[in-house]
């Protein structure tokens, strides 16, 4: 057993991890170690967020093909599809992962880390146990993985989970997804523009994407329902499960025979089953007991610090700490935790905001890549309401010279939630194609509290699709004048 020093200790080298480590000993002789007992560049890299965009873009490309006359469009190659997300995931070759942590200074330690004590973690490698000291900070950034529900002979018949879905090899014929949320509607999205002749999506509630605005909800729904493939049964779970010759075939491979679901009015077979019901968080055995800590997930403070933990050694983030499962705000939760903990090793104030994690309370910016994108920051009306804000808002759909140039059947919506006390913007949400594209303007309106009399300077370009924030405007002021 061998016992090495760093500066700082990250365990999980997803890209929460990577910009903690990275951050922290930027432009200092500090030293750090990431530890990673899977790939480095982590969920998002090789099951997540980058493979499911790979597989997403091509059913956009081909939507906007076939709605501009005068462009000849094809239904996508399955196989050079499946090709082009290899290589954006490098073939899950993380090699390059570990050159760049080398190029930043990191050093890249594979193997399973655990907490043996305070500042001390022990990793399991293949060249034998190592203990690692840290000398300021041991961050954790470990993730989720994907929760199998509790439903009789769901386990047995080895669904696939996200990471499955995302890997797949074949494309099933026949589908059902138990779930309604980002990865349910996502990956039934794909599965139907690759081919797969029927989807069925089973939600336990009465809509999808419930914690966005209802109309974006209904929105999305339209559009899996308009591929006249996807089939979405709400208040639906299945009471049983079985399957025929279950084997564990390879991630992205059918696991056996068909799979039979036993549903309150009937039965549903299919040739796979994909389970969408949340995550669970990766800290089971990362030795949470030696530090006095339960097994779950990891309450922070807004410097990311775990509050349970004293002496301001231990952080956590990305999806471990619970406060947002989404890649981008877990590297910004890790930019941030990356400054703290070197502002901490040098002495220096925390009083600046980029200290402090505030975004992740109610200013998130998300999109979801169905046909037709979601993209929203910040609150929804409800929960803007429910917060105490006095709340009204302006909702119109997207009907501008750039949207109509853009493409033939261009059809969205926009809404704005407004605090009137303040005449500032508390959310957006835009449903619409490439609506992604057009998210940041209002998150920026959102973070930096910007009045709407401001944003009547803000003049959009003609004739561009943002030129709808000026139909928002003009709504907006009809209501006031």
């Not at 973690?121 to 840290?134: F, H, I, P, S």
């Not at 983030?317 to 941030?336: C, E, F, P, S, W």
Request: charged share 25%; proline share 5%; hydrophobic share 45%.
């Amino acid at each position: 057993m061998t016992e090495v020093e760093y500066d700082v200790i990250v365990i999980g080298a997803g890209p929460a991890g990577e910009n903690a480590a990275a951050y922290a000993i930027a432009g200092s002789d500090r030293t750090a170690a990431l530890v990673e007992r899977e790939l480095f560049g982590g969920e998002c890299s090789y099951w997540a967020c980058i493979p499911s965009k790979a597989l997403l873009r091509p059913g956009a490309v081909l939507g906007l093909g076939e709605a501009m006359p005068g462009v000849s469009a094809s239904g996508p190659r399955v196989a050079d599809v499946l090709a082009r997300r290899d290589a954006f995931v490098h073939d899950r070759d993380d090699s390059s992962q570990v050159e760049w942590a080398k190029s930043a200074g990191i050093d890249a330690v594979r193997g399973a880390g655990r907490l043996i004590g305070e500042r001390l973690v022990e990793v399991e490698t293949e060249d034998g146990v190592k203990v690692l000291r840290a000398r300021h900070a041991v961050v954790l950034a470990t993730g989720t993985a994907a929760a199998i529900p509790d439903i009789p002979g769901v386990r047995e018949a080895l669904p696939w989970t996200s990471r499955d879905a995302t890997g797949l090899t074949v494309v099933p014929r026949r589908v059902a997804i138990i779930g309604g949320g980002v990865v349910a509607c996502e990956t039934a999205t794909w599965l139907a523009e690759l081919g797969a002749e029927e989807v069925t999506l089973l939600v336990r509630g009465d809509r999808l994407l419930p914690r966005s605005e209802p109309f974006a909800s209904e929105l999305v729904l339209r559009g899996l329902r308009d591929t006249g493939i996807v089939e979405v049964r709400f208040h639906t779970e299945p009471l049983l499960v079985s399957r025929r010759d279950a084997e564990d075939t390879g991630v992205g491979r059918i696991h056996g025979g068909p799979v039979t679901l036993v549903l309150g009015d009937g039965e549903l077979e299919v040739d796979e089953l994909v389970v969408a019901t949340g995550r669970t968080p990766a800290t089971g055995d990362l030795g949470l007991d030696a530090v006095g800590l339960p097994a779950g997930y990891l309450e922070v403070d807004d410097q990311l610090t775990v509050r349970a933990v004293p002496g301001d050694w231990l952080y956590a983030v990305g999806d471990v700490n619970h406060r947002v499962a989404l890649t981008h705000m877990g590297k910004y939760q890790a930019r941030v935790c990356g400054d703290v903990i070197a502002a901490r090793a040098t002495g220096k104030s925390l009083d600046r905001p980029r200290f402090t994690a505030s975004a992740d309370h109610q200013q998130v910016p998300q999109v979801v890549y169905t046909a037709p994108e979601l993209a929203s920051v910040g609150l929804t009306e409800h929960e803007a309401r429910t917060a105490g804000h006095a709340v009204d808002t302006v909702e119109l759909d997207i009907a501008v010279a750039g949207s109509a140039l853009s493409r033939d059947d261009f059809h969205g919506r926009a809404k704005l939630v407004v605090d009137t006390a303040t005449d500032r913007i508390l959310g957006a949400t835009f449903v619409g194609p490439d609506m992604g594209e057009q998210l940041h303007a209002a998150t920026i309106a959102v973070v930096g509290q910007v009045p709407l009399d401001t944003l009547w300077n803000a003049v959009p370009a003609f004739p561009a699709v943002s030129e709808f924030w000026l139909r928002l405007l003009e709504a907006w002021r009809e209501k006031t004048i």
